[in-house]
């Protein structure tokens, strides 16, 4: 099973880019890498997800390595209301949409 | 559009007490997926269903813990009896499709606390 490495908390200031940093070293090929969030006392929230290519949507960027074993969530202008955790996850079998998620990173944006 | 829909929002109840939780998921999308939430840890993945066929219970304990999606739609959870351990925030959460590359929309969840 692919599994995922994420610091356990990162800080960022209200107005920057958020970079949310994934390791998934032992991705198969044909494994997507999901992002999620999770605000407080809520059930977590679908962001972005990808294959191979670099993935946009107007919640945030998703840049995979070339060669797969990572990636970085982006959110480009940051407000306090995206202080959450992040969970990347790695849907290890593709024909039943199973998801493991990690413990996260718990983003703390500050003004 | 409607959301999935959960309820209660919250449950206090003693140890060996018996417990249910709801869920209706957005309509139209035929699996439907039950987590258990630890404090401080992500969700994990008790049972899912593909409308009303259970395809995945392998972390559901068995013993004390059932599921039902009767027609496809809704669900019930239940833990019985429960134990001090069941402490969690119980998460529906619902997609469309059986298959590739689908999202999933979670409830806002139930909140249990067994005393």
């Known amino acids: 099973d692919a599994k995922t490495t994420q610091p356990t908390s990162m800080d960022c200031a209200e107005g920057r880019a958020a970079n949310l940093p994934c390791n998934h070293s032992t991705i198969s090929g044909n494994e997507y890498v999901y992002w999620y969030r999770q605000i407080h006392s809520q059930g977590p929230q679908y962001i972005i997800h990808g294959l191979k290519n670099n993935e946009t949507n107007e919640m945030a960027s998703l840049i995979i390595t070339e060669d797969r074993k990572s990636s970085t969530l982006i959110l480009p202008h940051a407000t306090l209301r995206d202080t959450a955790v992040y969970y990347c996850i790695v849907r290890v079998d593709i024909s039943f949409n199973k998801f493991y998620f990690g413990s996260g990173t718990k983003l703390n944006v500050k003004p | ?115």
């Open chain 2, 1 to 115: 559009e409607a959301g999935v829909v959960q309820s209660p929002r919250y449950k206090i109840i003693e140890k060996k007490q018996p417990v249910a939780f709801w869920c209706n998921p957005i309509s139209g999308h035929n699996t439907l997926y039950w987590y258990r939430q630890n404090l401080g840890q992500g969700p994990e993945l008790l049972i899912r269903y593909e409308n009303e066929e259970a395809v995945d219970d392998s972390q559901l304990p068995k013993d004390r813990f059932s599921a039902e999606r009767l027609k496809g739609v809704d669900s019930t959870l239940k833990i019985q009896p429960a134990e001090l351990g069941d402490s969690a925030v119980y998460l529906c959460a619902s997609s469309f499709g059986l298959a590739g590359a689908y999202e999933q929309y979670f409830g806002p969840g139930t909140r249990l606390t067994v005393t």
